[in-house]
DNA sequence: GGAGGAAAAACTGTCAACAGTTTTTTGTAA
DNA sequence: TTACAAAAAACTGTTGACAGTTTTTCCTCC
C-alpha cells in the first residue's frame, strides 16, 4: 500500500473547473432556461458559477465547437438561433458522418456495446410511457453516440460531438411528434441494433439512412409550425 | 470625413493575439521546426511570442481542435505524433466529408469559385517546376478548401478545418512522390474543376472519390517507407 | 415624441501573480 | 552502475486587475 492519493479518490480525477462549467451550461440551453439569441456576459456567468472569468471562457469556447454558442471578437457571446437552413445543414452533414458510422459499427460494435445501446432502449419505453420527452431526446442521442463509439473512430466521433447537442437541442425542442411516432422512431432503435449485432453492413446502413430521413422529416414539418424566435 | 478610425485601418479588425499566435504556432508545426512528440510548455512559448499565456491557451486549444496537438489536464502540450491508423481515419473521415461537399460544389459554386480555383492551378504548375514541395502542399489543400467553401455548406466546412491541418501535415511531410505523380495530382485537379463547371455532381463525386484514393494511396506508400517517430 | 450624440456603464482581451500539481534533478542505498 | 526517494524546478489552472472597446443610458435638439 505504498500509493496515497491525497487528493485523487474518486474516478474524476479533478476536472478542470472549466468543464464542469460546461456540463451545467449546456444544460442550461439544452432545457431552455437559456433561449436562443440570449446574450452570455463573461462577468455575469462568472458570478453564477462562482469562478472567475478564466474557466467561463473555455466553457464558452467549447460551446462554440458545438454550434451552441457563436461570437466574435470584443462582442458577447450568444446562444446560437438556428432555423431551418441549420436543420437541414445538420441532417446533410449528419448524414454522411453516421453512414459511415454505421458501416464501421457493424463490424467493430462489441458486446458491450449492444449491451449498452439494449439498455438505452429500455430506457427509451419507460420514458414514452413515464412521458418525460426531454429525457426521451437524451436517450435517443445517446443510442446514436454509441454507435459513433462502436465504429472505432476517433476523428469521426469528434466530428459527431460538435453536432450532437445541436441534434439533442433540435430534438428537445421541436419535437412535438406525437406518441405514435415516437414510438416508431423507438422501433426503428430496435431494427438498427438488430442489423448491427447481425453484422450486416449493407443493412445498417439502409436503416441508418431510413432512419435519419425519417427524424429529418419529423423535424423539419414541426419547425413549419413553429419556427425558432429571434430575440 | 467625420469617422476617425484611430487604430482600425486596414481589412484587418486587429485580431486578438492568440489568432496571430496560432497562425506562427501552425506554419511552425507544418514546417517541422516544432517536431512530433515535441512538448509545448505555455510559459516557453509565451516568451517565444512575446505575449502572455492567455493567448498562448487559447492558440494550443485550437491547435488541439485542428488535430495537431494533444493534451490532457495538467500536462503539457505535445505536438501530435500521427501513424498508418491515422492516415486510415482521416482519409475515411474526408472521403465521407468530400463526396458531400462536391456534389454541393457541383451546384453552387460560381463563377469567382472557379476563378480561385484556375488561380491555385496556375500557382501549382509553377511550383512544380519550381520545385517546392511545400507550398505545392499548401496550394493542393487550398484547391480542396474552395471546394468544401463552394458547398455553401457552413458545418460542413468547420468539419473540414479540423482535419485541414492534418491532411496539409501528411503531404508535406510524407509526399515523397515523383515529379511525375505530383503531376498527375494536378491533372486530377484540373479534371475536377472542369466536371464542376459542367455542373455534373455525378462525374464530380466520382472524380473526386478517385482523386482521394489515390491521394490516399500515394501517403500510404509513403508511410511504409517512414514512419513517423515519436519522441 | 424621435433622432442623434455625449457620458456612463458594462464587457472583452490581456497580463502578472499565486496555489498546487507534474516533471526533472539530485542524492542515497543496494 | 541502477533503482528509488526526496528535493528542486517547471508548469498548469485559476484568479483579480487594468486598458481599451462595445453597449447602454441619458440628455439635447428638432
Redesign the interface.
Known amino acids: 500500500m505504498s500509493i496515497t492519493p491525497s487528493v485523487q479518490v474518486g474516478v474524476v ?1 479533478f ?2 473547473l472549466g468543464t464542469h462549467v460546461l456540463k451545467q451550461f449546456r444544460n442550461l440551453i439544452l432545457s431552455g432556461e437559456v433561449a436562443p439569441g440570449d446574450t452570455l456576459p463573461e462577468t455575469e456567468l462568472a458570478s453564477l458559477f462562482k469562478v472567475s472569468r478564466g474557466p467561463i471562457r ?1 466553457a464558452i ?1 467549447a460551446l462554440e ?1 458545438e ?1 451552441l454558442v457563436v461570437s466574435e ?1 470584443r462582442r458577447r457571446a450568444r446562444v446560437v438561433v438556428l432555423d431551418e437552413k441549420d436543420i437541414e ?2 441532417y ?2 449528419r448524414r ?2 453516421e ?2 458510422a454505421a458501416e464501421r459499427a457493424a463490424r467493430h460494435a462489441t458486446e458491450e456495446d449492444f449491451a449498452e445501446m439494449r439498455d438505452i432502449l429500455t430506457r427509451m419505453e419507460t420514458e414514452l410511457n413515464e412521458g418525460d420527452p426531454i429525457q426521451l431526446s437524451h436517450l435517443d442521442t445517446a443510442f446514436h453516440d454509441v454507435i459513433y463509439r462502436a465504429s472505432r ?4 466521433y ?2 459527431w460531438t ?2 450532437r447537442s445541436q441534434v439533442t437541442f433540435f430534438l428537445i425542442t421541436r419535437n412535438k411528434a406525437a406518441v405514435s411516432s415516437k414510438s416508431n422512431a423507438i422501433e426503428e432503435h430496435h431494427s438498427l441494433l438488430e442489423a448491427l449485432m447481425s453484422r450486416d453492413p449493407e443493412r445498417v446502413v439502409k436503416l441508418t439512412d431510413n432512419h435519419l430521413l425519417s427524424a429529418y422529416e419529423r423535424l423539419s414539418s414541426a419547425m413549419k409550425d413553429s419556427p425558432t424566435t429571434s430575440s
Open positions: 480525477p476536472e478542470p473555455d469556447s465547437r454550434g471578437p445543414e445538420i446533410s452533414l454522411s458522418l453512414l459511415l473512430h476517433g476523428r469521426l469528434k466530428a460538435e453536432i
